[in-house]
């Protein structure tokens, strides 16, 4: 397994359509910096309970970029749940969904939000010939 870990800015921009308000639909756009020279764009889901720190999503991305100086794209998909304020969030790289140089990828990230709002990743991956 190999790691990457850097910076990434994210906009997220509402596709409300006046349903049940406790729903959101949200486009992202991002742009990763590091070990990931990438851009995304994707969709996301959620839904948000009565109860305070309590919500889920769930998203698809398409990263294009360069990781480990091997040029490509893939597909990450988000879980992710708040259960009174305590967090789990599962990304895992779509089986197969690697392209180019990249074919063949699989992996796990993580991100977190520093306070000051910063974005950062640690992706764990590996490559391998696609089958």
């Given at each position: 397994m190999s790691s990457a870990t850097g910076?990434?800015?994210v906009k997220l921009t509402p596709q409300n359509?006046?349903?049940?308000?406790?729903?959101?639909?949200?486009t992202l756009d991002k742009q990763f910096h590091g070990d990931l020279e990438a851009t995304s764009c994707g969709q996301m889901l959620s839904?948000?309970?009565?109860?305070k720190g309590s919500a889920a999503y769930v998203a698809i991305e398409i990263v294009s970029g360069t990781l480990g100086g091997?040029?490509?794209t893939f597909a990450l998909q988000h879980t992710g749940t708040m259960n009174r304020g305590t967090p789990a969030l599962s990304i895992l790289v779509v089986p197969d969904s690697a392209t180019g140089q990249l074919s063949g990828l699989t992996g796990t990230m993580?991100?977190?939000?520093?306070?000051?709002?910063?974005?950062?990743?640690?992706?764990?991956?590996?490559?391998?010939?696609?089958?």
């Open positions: 910076l990434f800015d359509d006046g349903h049940d308000p406790a729903l959101g639909r949200m839904a948000s309970t009565a109860v091997h040029t490509g993580n991100i977190n939000v520093a306070p000051d709002g910063k974005h950062t990743y640690e992706f764990e991956y590996a490559l391998s010939e696609s089958k």
